[in-house]
């Protein structure tokens, strides 16, 4: 035992004869070291006794410091002194590094009634590489470095080369076998220098804005929904591109793009706008700080780019009598909203919005869903017209829009892309020949075929009928001539059965001179005579330059919704002439099974019809001569009313005779019921007789 004993006592005067010179060593970097040097020469006030202890201590001599932590670590019982020993032998790499601050604490658990002055040294936390006292007396010498380095006191190069001479002799320390049994004391140093940077790091760092996702965006009060209108192209106005194209929802003008350098970030930089929309993903940015902006008051701006419906809401559009208020404090019907004329599109507005009241063609293209599963070939325009209409008839009965009119600008360009620029914009057209394309594109979009109930359009509107044709034989021939080319297949009588969309009916040519009595002033003719043309009897000569042929036309089947077109313009080699002959047509109750025949409309379960919308021509014929309106019926409120462009203005239903009509659409009455549905021929003889 008393062996054991000599050789730890040799062992421990060893150790304090190493700390000694190591700790010299650090004294010398200290004073090479400017930083250090600025520690030393930094005097605090007076605020406790630990800390004037701590000032003593600095200006005490290094020989008395290196006592002082010789006398501490020798203190330590044989005991633990012992097992530390083993400890540094059985793993000299844990032991290199556990720092030296653990041994004191355990001395002084330990041996709580040690000298007042090594107590004062552990509590300051004063490491005997660094010399610095506490957490208070570390920031404030920070401060004073900072201050120094914006004075221009302190040198950045040279800090760089006592790093670089700390770096070396650390180098050089560690290939030696005395720092080797030194490793544990050396570590401690290491680890507090390491502290500090990483608190420097922490005050320093900056959170990414890209990262940031803020609920609350201080701009929301600078939003101006009197000038935001989603109805035009998604277009940036700088760059004229569709990709990535934000709205800005303070002058409501587009731009695209979201990071810097961007025509939205500069916007928002020059005119201190910050709050913008993603016209695609419908997400809401402020710039130039670039953070979501997630906020349940901008749901009705969401609502205004693209209105949905539900099924509920859509079977209860016809009942529906309440009027929307506008931003404006406008007061409006949804459904009954003027369509902005961009030049000469006119002709254009009044037809859809008569197809807009339409029911099973409105609540088919109200739900988007119904449409977009539909796949069209790779490179196909005409997906854009379904599109772009779906749109149109969403912002026409949208129910919270900001404003009471609608521009179908992205509709109308639709129409001059999928047509290859047969029908503009710029140029007034025909409304019938606008009609017959979109119908029928359409119905080839939505991958329509000859069957009746291949798409909604032809659900809704096509018929079929009998249409039988035959030569006219020539005048100049005798009796027996004509009866040789009568047996001829080419004079014999042809039926062909085919489809239909819209019934032509032609008027009689005006009078050249009224007559005495000036009643014939404005010509009239009854709508049953024009309808008379379908009745199966009636012939018509059509002339060619050729021969002449004449047709009839039996009707076998009526659609849900008639469409009646009157020919009122006939063209010659020089001008355009317009027929002013009015038709007395009624508005309810028109039995279009007058024109079947008795074993057809036996199969029809209702032949009766109102008329739902009426298109009128105004004006001289001719390209931007004249004027196109149109008159609809609302069945929530069951008023007529007259659309001219912007202008919305009820109307008595007495009036929409008068006018010289142009397009007719009639809708079925299912209430009516047909009395000869399901009997046979020779029944409905005796019924009529």
Known sequence: MAANDTNTKQKGSTRAILKRAHVSETVQEDDDNPIKSILKKSKKPKLDSSVEEHSKAQQEP????????????????????????????????????????????????????????????????ISPDKGVGSEKSRKEVKKEISASEKSGKYDKKGEKKDKEKVKKGKGTESKSSVDKKQSPIKSTSKKTTVKVEEEDEEIAAVQDPKVDRSRICPYLDTINRSVLDFDFEKLCSVSLSHINVYACL????????????????????????????????????????????????????????????????????????????????????PGIVGLNNIKANDYC??????????????????????????????????????????????????????????????????????????????????????????????????????????????????GTMKV??????????????KAKLMEQEEYKVRMDEMPWLYLTCDLPPPPLYPDEMRENIIPQIPFSVLLSKFNGINEKEYKTYKDSTMKRFEI?????????????????????????????????????????????????????????????????PGPGKGTYRVHVLHKGTGKWYEMQDLHVIDILPQMIPLSESYIQIFELRRDIPNPTYGKSTEENVTMES
Not at 253 to 276: I, N
Not at 578 to 593: E, L, R, S
């Open 62 to 125: 290094t020989q008395k410091l290196g006592s002082r932590i010789a006398s501490q670590v020798t203190v330590v019982s044989d005991q633990k002194l012992t097992d530390s020993t083993s400890k540094v032998e059985k793993s000299p790499s844990q032991q290199r590094n556990k720092p030296i601050l653990d041994n004191r604490q355990q001395s002084d658990v330990n041996q709580p009634n040690r000298n007042e002055d090594t107590s004062d040294v552990a509590k300051s936390g």
């Open 250 to 333: 303070v002058c409501g003008k587009y731009f695209q793009g979201r990071g810097k350098m961007s025509h939205a970030y500069t916007h928002s930089v020059l005119e201190s706008h910050h709050v913008y929309l993603n016209l695609q993903t419908q997400k809401f940015y402020c710039l130039p700080d670039n953070y979501q902006i997630i906020d349940s008051s901008l749901e009705d701006i969401i609502y205004v780019l693209n209105p949905t419906f539900t099924p509920e809401q859509i079977q209860q559009m016809d009942n529906n009598s309440k009027l929307s208020i506008a931003y404006d404090k406008t007061t409006y019907l």
């Open 349 to 462: 507005n009044v037809v859809l919005q008569a197809l807009s009241h339409v029911t099973p063609l409105r609540n088919y293209f109200l739900q988007e869903s119904n449409y977009s599963v539909i796949k069209r070939p790779p490179g196909d325009q005409m997906c854009l017209l379904t599109q772009r209409f779906g749109e149109l008839l969403r912002k026409l009965w949208n129910p919270r829009n900001f404003k009471a009119h609608v521009s179908p600008h992205e509709m109308l360009q639709a129409v001059v892309l999928c047509s290859k620029k047969k029908l503009q914009i710029t140029e007034q057209g025909d409304a019938i020949d606008f009609l017959s394309w979109f119908l029928n594109a359409g119905h080839g979009a939505l991958n329509g075929t000859r069957k009746l109930s291949s798409s909604i359009i032809n659900k809704t509107f096509r």
């Open 468 to 481: 039988y044709t035959r030569k006219v034989l020539p005048v100049e021939l005798s009796d027996e001539e």
């Open 556 to 620: 076998t089947q009526l659609p849900p919704y008639i469409i009646i077109y009157i020919k009122r313009f006939a063209k010659n080699y020089f001008i355009t002439e317009k027929n002013p002959t009015i038709v007395n047509f009624p508005i309810k109750n028109v039995d279009f099974g007058d024109l079947l025949a008795p074993e057809i409309r036996a199969k029809h379960k209702c032949t009766t019809y109102d008329l739902m919308a009426n298109i009128v021509h105004d004006g001289e």
